[in-house]
């Protein structure tokens, strides 16, 4: 029963984290198109950098649960499984994760970039851009549900 409380704890945080990756490159955008109304660039400024923030903090508990979820066996034998033993799909699952970080550090330093007077990219590049994260977490919600190898 502890197993699968962490694991729900560690998919809320997934997914609150997964929200910020998905919604700042759509600020991103906005900030693009806002042009020069300078009260909306800095709301939207604003919006960005709360997100992104928050964003850290929820990746950061994701990452503590699940570090709990897949080492935790480690500390507590009798309590949590091995959920990875003998197989390999957990390392191509966190390459992507790590892939998915950068991606979300990528995007904070474009945000930043902007708030110091920096141009964005066209907004229909950081739509693009915007694509990329979805591939990638498909690739892990495969990896995790098939367990390929």
């Known amino acids: 029963m502890t ?25 991103l955008v906005n900030l693009a198109e806002a042009g020069n109304d300078q009260a909306v660039g800095e709301r939207l400024l ?11 903090n929820m990746f950061g508990i994701a ?10 066996w480690r500390v507590f034998p009798a309590t949590l499984p091995n959920v990875a033993s003998g197989t390999h799909w957990i390392d191509v699952k966190l390459g992507l994760v790590a892939l998915l970080l950068g991606y979300f550090i990528i995007v904070g330093r ?10 964005l990219p066209s907004s229909r590049a950081l739509r693009w851009l915007n694509e990329l994260p979805v591939l990638l977490l498909l690739g892990v919600i495969f990896l995790v549900l098939a367990k390929p190898f």
């Open 3 to 27: 197993y699968l409380w962490l694991k729900s704890f560690h998919l809320l945080f997934v997914i609150a984290w997964m929200a910020t990756v998905f919604y700042l490159p759509r600020i």
């Open 110 to 119: 474009l945000l930043k970039h902007r708030g110091n007077g920096g141009a």
């Open 63 to 72: 990452f503590l649960f699940g570090l709990v979820l897949w080492q935790g």
């Open 46 to 56: 604003l919006m960005g950098r709360r997100l992104y923030k928050f964003g850290h």
